[in-house]
């Protein structure tokens, strides 16, 4: 990879994307960082990382650049327009929002880029604050194949299991996939620790017998210890959460496919975030059986 993709660009450093920059940073690359808000991105100076005011700024100086941000609104606002990514960036850059987001949207900006001589991936990621912090996420890739292996050194810095999933979208639509599979195994998670609390049974005890059988998952290993602990800390926003999940449904209608499972799902986490639990984690859901 030519020089000036040593330079990697990063916006958005929240619970995940501190970690991921920082795995960055401590490989050798020189990394900049963009958020809306300083101070979150502190650490990350502290450490050695420049700052940019603007996504703009950041876009005319970095070879490679990585977003990772709330809502497909967010993304919107820092790739288009005169002061956006893709107007901004020098050609032959490479950029790859690591966001979920909808996979119209990864087409949109990949469109876009070609005509400004970019190269565009969607790589989405799975793993939450466990799987960032310890450079263990799941990323799901979209677009040009060959764009993907030309980053792959730098996906490979952030997590263990890789994959390209085909053209510009499918990383998002993969995401999708994962986030179906999540929603109703949530539910199994916390109907089950309800259950064996209410059995009389130590929670605890339970998890490690159903934990290694066939009902393991990650989310029983990860995030059940938490329902128990009653640490509903956010390792994975439940407002965040509701969005990948509206984002699926639609994407299912389009395709003419009744999901009922993932629509259950949504409207318990809709029920926790109407009650105030928007802001905790996704283990919160425990809460709706224990209120």
Known sequence: MEKN????????????????????????????????TKEKAQALLDQGAAWADSPNELARKAGVIISIVGYPS???????????????????????????????????IHEEAQKKGLYSLDAPVSGGDIGAKN??????????????NEVLPILKKMGTNVQYQGK?????????????????????????????????LDPET??????????????????APRMINRNFEPGFYIKHFIKDMKIALEEAEKLELELPG???????????????????????????WSK
């Open 168 to 200: 510009a979208g499918s990383g998002q639509h993969t995401k999708m996939c994962n986030q179906i599979a999540i929603a109703s195994n949530m539910i199994g998670v916390c109907e089950a620790i309800v259950y064996a609390e209410k059995a009389g």
């Open 74 to 108: 967010d993304v919107e606002e820092i790739y288009f327009g005169e002061q956006g990514i893709i107007e901004n960036a020098l050609k032959g850059t490479y950029i790859i929002d690591m966001t979920t987001s909808t996979p119209s949207l990864a087409v949109k």
């Open 135 to 148: 450079a263990a996420l799941t990323i799901m890739a979209g677009g040009e194949e060959k764009a993907f």
């Open 5 to 36: 993709k040593q330079v990697i660009g990063f916006i958005g450093t929240g619970v995940m994307g501190n970690s991921m920059a920082g795995h960055l940073l401590h490989s050798g690359y020189e990394v900049m960082v963009y958020t809306r």
């Open 206 to 223: 339970v998890l490690k017998s159903i934990s290694a059988g066939a009902a393991g998952s990650w989310s029983l290993s990860n995030l």
């Open 262 to 288: 993932l629509a259950l799902a949504k409207s318990l986490y809709e029920k926790l975030a109407d009650n105030g639990e928007a802001n905790s984690g996704t283990q919160a859901l425990y809460k709706y």
